[in-house]
């Protein structure tokens, strides 16, 4: 047998987990369940509850989202006893996590929307906290995900909503396996699936080999009850990924056996916030730990840090907002304290805080500290390390300093592992590029002034570096290449940029470089910057110097110049002078663009504009940031997908810069984009071999444009294979040659977003033409919408759960008012060229999913307006006359087929379109002139819902745009 169909899988799983201790149970349906239920919680509290005690207990705990459920399980659950007497009972035992009651059971069937059989389950304690779909090998595993998403909408929630109290899911083919937290819908993402690994980050991949260690009572109890967070900000769960896991493991162990320090190496975005939390939070449970101390090196993280740290656990920490503040919470009972080095150094230095701290000298005090290859290096690790005699330093890294890339100081060369000894647990940027936790960089040099004498752009450093790199030809030149290019690396700035040059005075001539363009209408780019006031300050984060100890520097207490921080020097020579004031011009601007009002006056308002500046970018409404060396290191921004790059960088300052850039997001963000205007390439490889090894660069940097070419030419033979023509997808004759169809083509989709990012893309080096693509991108959409349509019945279809990933075709620029200044080129079309014209509005329209439900009306609008209209610029009103006739035309259309009241209607619409929530069911009801029976009245009301929803997509949505 060459495929192995679903239930032999789902029979192996079963006998597996009996023979790791779980007791295999027939339950069928919820009745079933619910007798199990009362039986398990009677075994696992040692007591005997009645009916009327076990229906008290269902009460309490059907009730709320899934969040509030997972709250609930972590609680003890009252009930008034026959007797009259208060009583609670346990639903799981957090603390023994081992001492519960384990169960499994297969193809249990729940009714809700419709009829769901749910594969396999695991209880614990009577409750299904682990659900597992699998799917026959060769399958996507995807398709596990999204059937799990169709059975939350149809069924998790019905009758007593047990299976809301899920904690993991777990997916698998055999052949790859996966597990995630559960959540509402809108909070997951298939990125947030994670395989499970050894210690050493090898993947563990098979379901058999993955549940022997994932799914060993006492792991999956320990993964719920320890390793489960649950967001206050978002009300969603999160769970720890392997590597996150095996890092608080080893501190946990190191602090339980050792008094000895050490360090986890995760790369820059791979989550070590989470990780860190995690690890204070149960460090701080322990008896023989005093305190545990977090810290960061600059004023903004503190801020952001207790802010993640109170929306993992609300109210855990208080922000630190001054040193006496600290010495208080240090003095105090708070167990968890968050705070900068600054502060942290000043408490144990000054005589009058020194005298309060005394009785701590010798307390077990845990310090952790972020991004430890920053901050470390100086006399504050001297300073901490004296007066906390009894304490445990650990710190977190993604870039450590070694021998290569150490700098000197007063102390010589100092390293990582001389400050905290051995590395406790490593996960180096190709872990987490293999597991599709960051993106790989894409690189391109662009080279920005022809070869003289043999001499490269990096070479000419050590001619006159100020005449020919800042040449105001070059700068011109660059600038001119990004204007042109930008819309091409962030996909029509569906993403933002950070352009990094080398001092503050070329970064002032870049800055008016980009407004003088934009005052001549050559760009319409979004462009902010900020910097510290020193001109020309030594780039000591370039080449990786990033430890002297000038953190403490005051005023402003904003952390350290070098490291991408908010620093400024208010010095009264006349340079630097000058250099405030072309910032608060540029700050000017700013406010000018946002409505905003802020300046250089002081500290606060300095620091107060970098926060919105950082808020801006990760919103998109910033699309090019100007630094020198700010937001290089420690800012995480999704949306951010491209670096411009005309500065030297260097080891662990040139992956920090790049990886401002890789963060997983979504589909169409498929790499981060490196352009560097400097060649950059012998650092490049440096830097990787120092932090991975040079022969793993494949894995970290993109391949070149032409390997590309090559594999979507390949992809395109593969659909040819399918389809041979365009036209050959109308005759498929099954839904397995249409699965086939959707999955090669969205393989075509992949590579062409990839493609579209390099500066030298054109269709020309391409087996497939444009025009061919766009039609075959039309046939796909046609069948996401076929797809689309059965979600309204019943009938389930193979192709349901694949992902079409529209997002790679969602275009901004083409919207209603771009196709209406079409009509307007249309209009005033030559004869010869009309018939040409107007194809390409169609195939526009086809080929966007947001307007293909309005292609009816434009086609209407063109057939029977268009030619009536004498002057083209009155296009747009004439086309806004026909949307509002034809708006209500179609209100009264739906009114008349379903018998609705037409006011009450349009009333339903309104407020859905202001609340953006689904009407529901006696919304819908109470708009029908006649009610349906009791029998019919789901499938009616379904019927007018799916209607009104497909009305707003098609007059409303859009329209305005």
């Not at 709320?64 to 609670?88: M, Q």
């Not at 860190?276 to 090196?297: A, E, G, N, R, Y």
């Not at 650092?683 to 444009?705: C, H, V, W």
């Not at 977003?753 to 061919?772: C, K, M, R, Y």
């Amino acid at each position: 047998m060459t495929t192995q169909p679903e239930q032999i899988l789902e029979n192996n799983l079963v006998t597996q987990l009996v023979a790791l201790g779980y007791k295999k149970v027939e339950i069928v349906d919820e009745v079933s369940m619910l007798s199990n239920l009362k039986a398990q919680l009677e075994k696992h509290n040692k007591v005997t509850l009645s009916e009327q005690d076990f229906k008290q207990v269902l009460n309490y705990i059907n009730k709320g989202s899934i969040f509030d459920r997972a709250k609930i399980l972590r609680d003890r659950v009252p009930y008034v006893n026959d007797k009259g007497e208060n009583k609670t009972i346990e639903l799981i035992n957090q603390i023994h996590w081992c001492r519960n009651e384990y169960q499994v059971t297969q193809q249990i069937t729940i009714e809700g929307k419709y009829k769901n059989r749910y594969d396999v389950t695991i209880l614990i304690n009577g409750l299904p906290l682990v659900q597992i779909e699998l799917k026959r090998r060769g399958l996507e595993l995807k398709e596990a995900f999204n059937q799990i998403n169709r059975y939350e909408r149809h069924s998790f929630g019905a009758g007593a909503g047990l299976f809301q109290f899920i904690q993991l899911f777990v997916i698998s083919n055999g052949v790859n396996t996966k597990y995630y937290a559960n959540s509402p819908i809108k909070a997951r993402s298939f990125k947030q699936t994670f395989y499970w690994t050894d210690t050493k980050n090898k993947l563990i991949t098979q379901l058999a080999d993955f549940s022997e260690i994932f799914l060993e009572p006492c792991h999956v109890s320990k993964m719920i009850c320890k390793y489960v967070v649950m967001n206050e900000s978002g009300r969603y769960l999160m769970v720890l990924r392997p590597y996150q896991f095996y890092a608080v493991e080893a501190i946990i162990d190191t602090v339980k056996t050792t008094t000895k320090n050490g360090y986890i190496w995760h790369t820059t975005g791979s989550g070590k916030t989470l990780t860190s939390f995690k690890t204070s939070q149960i460090l701080t449970q322990m008896p023989q730990v005093h305190k545990v101390v977090f810290v960061v090196d600059r004023k903004d993280l503190d801020y952001q840090t207790t802010k993640e740290f109170n929306s993992f656990s609300k109210g855990s920490i208080d922000g630190t907002n001054d040193t006496s503040t600290l010495v208080k919470q240090l003095t105090g009972d708070a167990k968890l304290i968050v705070t900068t080095m600054q502060k942290l150094n000043t408490a144990v230095t000054k005589s009058r805080h020194i005298k309060k701290m005394e009785s701590l000298r010798d307390k077990r005090v845990v310090f952790i500290f972020d991004e430890c290859h920053r901050s470390q290096f100086g006399k504050t690790h001297e300073a901490i390390k004296g007066f906390f005699e009894n304490s445990q330093m650990f710190g977190f890294t993604g870039t450590p300093i070694f021998e290569d890339n150490a700098g000197k100081n007063e102390y010589g060369k100092r390293t990582t592992a001389m400050l905290f000894n051995k590395d406790l647990h490593k996960y180096v940027i190709t872990d987490a590029i293999r597991d599709e936790n960051v993106l790989k960089f894409s690189v391109e040099y662009i080279q920005t002034f022809k070869k003289k004498d043999g001499i490269q752009d990096i070479e000419v450093e050590a001619i006159d570096e100020k005449e020919v790199m800042e040449a105001p030809e070059r700068l011109d030149a660059i600038t001119n290449f990004i204007i042109t290019n930008h819309n091409r690396k962030t996909h029509s700035r569906e993403f933002t940029a950070i352009f990094c040059v080398s001092n503050v005075d070329t970064l002032i001539k870049y800055y008016n470089l980009f407004q003088q363009k934009k005052e001549a209408g050559e760009h319409n780019l979004r462009i902010a910057t900020i910097f510290s006031y020193n001109a020309n300050e030594d780039d000591k984060e370039a080449v990786g110097d990033t430890w002297a100890d000038d953190e403490f520097a005051s005023p402003p207490e904003l952390g350290r110049r070098m490291a991408a921080e908010p620093s400024a020097s208010y010095g009264t020579a006349e340079k630097n002078q000058h250099t405030r004031e072309y910032l608060e011009g540029f700050i000017g601007d700013y406010n000018k663009m946002f409505a905003t009002n802020y300046s250089t006056k002081d500290s606060q308002s300095f620091y107060n504009y970098y926060n919105d500046i950082a808020k801006r970018v990760k919103h998109k409404q910033v699309d090019i940031l100007l630094v020198v060396n700010m937001f290089l290191t420690g800012f995480d921004s999704k949306s951010l997908n491209t670096i411009y790059v005309d500065k030297n960088l260097r080891y662990h300052g040139l992956i920090q810069a790049y990886s401002r850039t890789n963060r997983i997001l979504n589909e169409l963000k498929s790499q981060g984009n490196i352009v560097a205007f400097r060649n950059l390439k012998e650092r490049t490889d440096e830097a990787i071999g120092l932090f991975s090894n040079l022969n793993a660069k494949d894995e970290i940097i993109m391949q070149p444009y032409e390997e590309y070419v090559l594999k979507m030419n390949a992809a395109f033979i593969a659909l040819l294979q399918i389809a041979p023509t365009v036209n050959s997808v109308n005759n498929l004759k099954d839904e397995e040659e249409e699965l086939a169809f959707a999955k090669a083509f969205r393989e075509l989709m992949r590579l062409k977003n990839i493609l579209s990012t390099f500066t030298e893309f054109t269709f020309d080096d391409l087996s497939v033409n444009e025009q061919t693509f766009e039609d075959y991108k039309s046939k796909y959409l046609d069948l996401y919408d076929k797809v689309k349509s059965h979600d309204a019945k019943e009938k389930v279809s193979i192709l349901q759960d694949i992902d079409f990933e529209l997002e790679l075709i969602h275009r901004d620029e083409i919207n209603v008012s771009y196709i209406l200044k079409l009509l307007a080129k249309l209009k005033d079309a030559t004869p010869k060229d009309k018939e040409k014209q107007e194809k390409a509005i169609y195939d526009i329209i086809a080929g966007d999913t947001r307007l293909r439900s309005k292609r009816e009306l434009i086609e209407k609008f063109i057939n029977e307006h268009l030619t009536l209209i004498e002057d083209s610029e009155d296009i747009g009103d004439e086309f806004a006359n026909f949307i509002s006739i034809e708006k209500m035309r179609a209100i009264k259309d739906l009114s008349d087929k379903e018998d609705l009241d037409a006011t009450k209607l349009e009333k339903v619409i309104g407020d859905y379109l202001f609340t953006e929530k689904k009407p529901l069911r006696d919304d819908i009801v109470d708009l029908m002139n006649k009610r349906p029976s009791l029998k019919k009245r789901k499938t009616k009301s379904e019927r007018v819902t799916s209607k009104i929803l497909k009305f707003v997509d098609t007059y409303i949505n859009g329209i305005q745009n």
